[in-house]
């Protein structure tokens, strides 16, 4: 492949990476606006955002595997139609229930973008460019992360909610047309295997209800999660027992790849608590306006913008495990930072927590992802590409309802002794040190699996 068309090739997926990027970080911005407009509380607002996750979860790995049978570019540009018509209902949605329906169609096409673009971009890519490229497209996720509070803040204050949906719908068209006329035909391999669709509907009764039984300590909960352990006990029974199977369990040899998803386990849970919950800091306690608290959750995703491509191309030449080591080292000290956070915290202290959580994350993602992908075979991309986006979608949508339910939790055990801005301080000073301890168990795995992950994710 010539150099023009590798990098049209990164564009192109680009485009839906900064699609999906910027709908899922507007979306926390509006979040408050939302319950309000729909006068639902927290607790259920994160059903618009939950069931998205889970939904993209669920169906990951079957759309890389897909793509892999049918070609990821097919795939790829049927995902921005199914992507525009879900922003289309959702931007049109009167009930918190039609608009996380919409959210569930939206997730579809969603899911068959971030299965299928990695994939294409590393085949488009030699392996001494492969971290490059792929620390571009974790630069354009930063980017997109960065638009969607700062644009969102301020469209939801002029136009109101439903205008983050609708800018989706241009973009969608413009990325299908270019996706369908040229992206390379992805090389078919000759496999008749069937899918392994029982594998994938117990999987999802795994995922969403471990989710539903996080959302709120409660002792029915308590029982959803002991049925949801049962249909990952059956998923594994079933997966280990037949031949076309949901999980390829030829990659679980390879090292690389299994350390690299644990750790990516770690991060992407730790983030969530930021992402999900800062927003509602901002404007319920600090009572700052959706415009300025979207300015200030730009900068986790800007310094990922500027750091990510960085790293990506000092894992190209340097290996991957120091950076994903540094990369918890900072998520720590932002997660212990957050921890700090009350109704007089500084400004500066502030921007200093966001600016490390960014940090943390650029330097994280892209060495992470190069290590996997460099891993793999090549007719493999599509699975593993799918593989390590369900886990960190999994990973949002368990860090969300974790850090809600044991939020939630912890504010109104506060308030029956203090006042509404203390009891919230004392909830925030609790509910961090649990993305803190996770960023510490990643930080340990990091070191301990350094040398067997070695440059980039060869062994």
């Not at 839906?16 to 407009?37: E, R």
């Not at 607790?43 to 939904?55: A, D, F, G, H, P």
């Not at 899911?111 to 630069?139: C, D, H, Y």
């Not at 939020?407 to 029956?416: G, H, K, P, S």
Request: glycine share 10%.
């Amino acid at each position: 492949m010539n150099i023009d068309k590798k990098w049209q090739v990164l564009l192109i997926v680009c485009v839906g990476i900064f699609m999906s990027t910027l709908d899922g970080s507007i979306l926390n911005i509006a979040n408050p606006t939302i319950a309000k407009d729909f006068s639902v509380p927290m607790s259920k607002i994160q059903w618009v955002v939950t069931s998205y996750m889970l939904v993209i979860t669920a169906t990951l790995i079957f759309f890389g595997k897909l793509g892999d049978k049918l070609g990821n570019h097919n795939v790829y540009a049927q995902g921005f139609l199914l992507f525009t018509l879900g922003s289309f209902f959702c931007s049109i949605s009167a009930s918190l229930t039609f608009l996380v329906i919409s959210r569930i169609i939206q997730a579809f096409g969603a899911s068959m973008l971030m299965a299928n673009g990695m994939g294409i971009v590393s085949n488009a890519f030699p392996p001494e460019e492969r971290g490059k490229a792929l620390g571009l497209t974790g630069s354009m996720v930063g980017i997109g992360n960065m638009a969607g509070p700062s644009i969102g803040g301020f469209l939801v204050a002029g136009f109101g909610w439903p205008i983050i949906f609708v800018i989706n719908i241009p973009i969608g068209i413009v990325g299908y047309y270019f996706a369908n006329r040229y992206l390379p035909k992805t090389i078919l391999h000759d496999d008749k295997t069937p899918f392994d669709y029982i594998g994938i509907l117990l999987f999802a009764f795994f995922a969403i209800l471990l989710i539903l039984s996080l959302s709120k300590p409660s002792s029915a909960n308590l029982f959803i999660l002991l049925i949801s352990l049962i249909f990952l006990t059956l998923f594994l029974f079933y997966e280990k027992r037949v031949s076309f199977r949901m999980l390829d369990f030829s990659l679980f040899k390879v090292k690389a790849f299994v350390y690299g998803n644990i750790l990516g386990f770690f991060a992407y849970t730790s983030q969530t608590f930021i992402t999900f919950l800062i927003p509602f800091y901002l404007e319920r306690l600090l009572l700052f306006s959706p415009a300025f608290s979207g300015l200030l959750m730009t900068i986790p995703p800007l310094t990922m913008a500027i750091t990510a491509p960085i790293a990506g191309s000092l894992s190209d030449k340097f290996g991957s495990d120091k950076l994903t080591s540094l990369g918890f080292l900072l998520l720590l000290g932002a997660h212990l930072l957050c921890t700090g956070l009350g109704d007089n915290v500084s400004l500066y202290y502030l921007i200093s927590a966001l600016f490390l959580a960014g940090l943390g994350m650029g330097v994280f993602g892209s060495p992470n992802n190069n290590s996997i992908m460099g891993s793999v075979p090549p007719h493999k991309v599509g699975y593993t590409g799918g593989f390590i986006s369900t886990v960190r979608n999994f990973c949002f949508s368990l860090g969300i309802a974790v850090s809600t339910g044991v939020f939630t939790f912890l504010l109104a055990f506060n308030e029956r002794n203090f006042s509404y801005a203390l009891a919230y301080t004392k909830a925030n000073q609790m509910v961090y040190l649990i993305p803190a301890a996770l960023a510490f168990i990643g930080l340990v795995i990091s070191i301990l699996t350094s040398n067997t992950r070695g440059k980039n994710g060869s062994l």
